[in-house]
């Protein structure tokens, strides 16, 4: 199982940044996928969950209303488009997946929101 995240960078406040999460090893389109993140000193937090067939998502508190999930089965990727970020959003990013009883992350991807 494999997990690789892209598309963070440094992003002013206002702005916004599509993250993807490219998978491998396990049958994507079966699982469920989900987002968080980690700010420094901080724990993780969940950000999003897709459902496999990309039908159904939910959003914690944190980011609600300014971050949309959505996957492409075909691709193996799910992606977490942000908007209106705010420094407070400053974090890696981290796709995640439950296959099977195994917890598998990806390495993360930076996120700077800053002027």
């Known amino acids: 199982v494999q997990l690789v995240e892209s598309g963070g960078g440094l992003v002013q406040p206002g702005g916004s940044l599509r993250l993807s999460c490219a998978a491998s090893?396990?049958?994507?389109?079966?699982?469920?996928m989900s987002w968080y993140r980690q700010a420094p000193g901080k724990e993780r937090e969940l950000v999003a969950t897709i459902d496999s067939a990309g039908s159904s998502t939910n959003y914690a508190d944190p980011m609600k209303g300014r971050v949309t999930a959505t996957r492409d089965n075909a691709k193996s990727t799910v992606y977490l488009q942000m908007s209106s970020l705010k420094p407070e959003d400053t974090a890696v990013y981290y796709c995640?997946?439950?296959?099977?009883?195994?917890?598998?992350w990806g390495q993360g991807t930076q996120v700077t929101v800053s002027s």
């Open positions: 090893g396990f049958t994507f389109s079966s699982y469920a």
């Open positions: 995640h997946a439950l296959v099977r009883y195994y917890h598998a």
